[in-house]
């Protein structure tokens, strides 16, 4: 009797043992489950926040982006536009008003000393790009851009013989500058609508050449636009002084003026007396604005 109740105990033993193991390892199961599950949850939970916050970053930037783009001018060609063109030189009052035009760029050297010297007098400028020059140097031309000042076009290649063999030369070597200023623009709605004929819209050996393309552009609401002032850093072999008097000497009495400059790669002289060019125009009340003032 007492042998068969040590062996009950024994057995009594066993099975309380068993039961603990296998409550112990359930419990184990359970806890190693639970971390599991919280550890998965946690991943879906942090998955959820790191795309919530990759879209909130990505509105955000979305956002900058479009108020960004608004902030940029595009120009507009209007009948109101086209009008204060023909009558850019006509003053209506004593407001005297300046334009300061660029051609034939952009250049590496030049250009980002003009862009840095009107950045410190705070005047906008205009800027008569050529394509193929845009093409090398586009990040120069989105600079100019950026920067407030208008972008126009002054053919592709800028050679006569290219430009001038017909009206639609004429038409083909702007659409041609056209789409290179789009492309470094990044930018297809930008249409400058404004064009300079490489040497001027009057005269010459092409005038009858330039005289139909002046309507074919108009046709294409292109506008067109020469100078009435200048500094002759183009001709010859200027010296500071000479850049100086010839600006003096073709502004004159006027009120209203568009400057005719260049920043191509040779222009040092240009960029150097720039600066006093400014502080004389300025000095004589002249008021500095660029083509988003007549185009818009």
Not at 32 to 52: Q, T
Not at 236 to 265: N, Y
């Amino acid at each position: 009797m007492e042998e068969k109740s040590l062996i009950d105990r024994k057995t009594l033993r066993r099975k309380l043992a068993i039961r603990a193991i296998i409550y112990c390892t359930f419990g184990i199961l359970v806890v190693m489950l639970s971390s599991l599950i919280g550890i998965k949850y946690a991943e879906i939970d942090n998955r959820k926040r790191i795309a919530e916050y990759n879209a909130t970053q990505n509105k955000i930037e979305e956002e900058a982006k479009v108020e960004q783009e608004e902030k940029k001018p595009l120009p507009v060609y209007s009948e109101d536009a086209k009008e204060r063109i023909a009558n850019i030189y006509i003053a209506d009052s004593d407001e005297k008003i300046a334009y300061l035009t660029f051609d034939d760029g952009p250049s590496k050297n030049i250009t980002p000393q003009i862009l840095e010297i009107l950045e410190r007098e705070g005047i906008k400028a205009t800027f008569f790009v050529l394509g193929s020059r845009v093409e090398l140097y586009p990040e120069l031309l989105k600079q100019e851009y950026e920067a407030g000042h208008y972008i126009a076009n002054h053919s592709y290649s800028h050679d006569y013989k290219s430009v001038y063999a017909s009206a639609e030369a004429v038409l083909d070597e702007f659409n041609r500058s056209e789409k290179a200023i789009q492309e470094a623009l990044d930018n297809p709605d930008y249409h400058t609508h404004l064009f300079r004929f490489p040497g001027g819209s009057e005269g010459g050996k092409y005038k009858n050449v330039k005289n139909d393309a002046k309507s074919l552009l108009e046709e294409n609401d292109i506008a067109y636009i020469n100078w009435n002032a200048l500094t002759r850093d183009a001709e010859g072999k200027p010296t500071a002084e000479s850049l100086i008097e010839d600006l003096q000497a073709t502004v004159g009495d006027k009120k209203r003026v568009v400057v005719l400059m260049h920043d191509t790669g040779s222009k040092q002289l240009t960029a150097d007396t720039l600066p006093e060019v400014i502080e004389i125009l300025r000095n004589e009340g002249f008021e500095f604005k660029n083509f988003y003032d007549i185009m818009k």
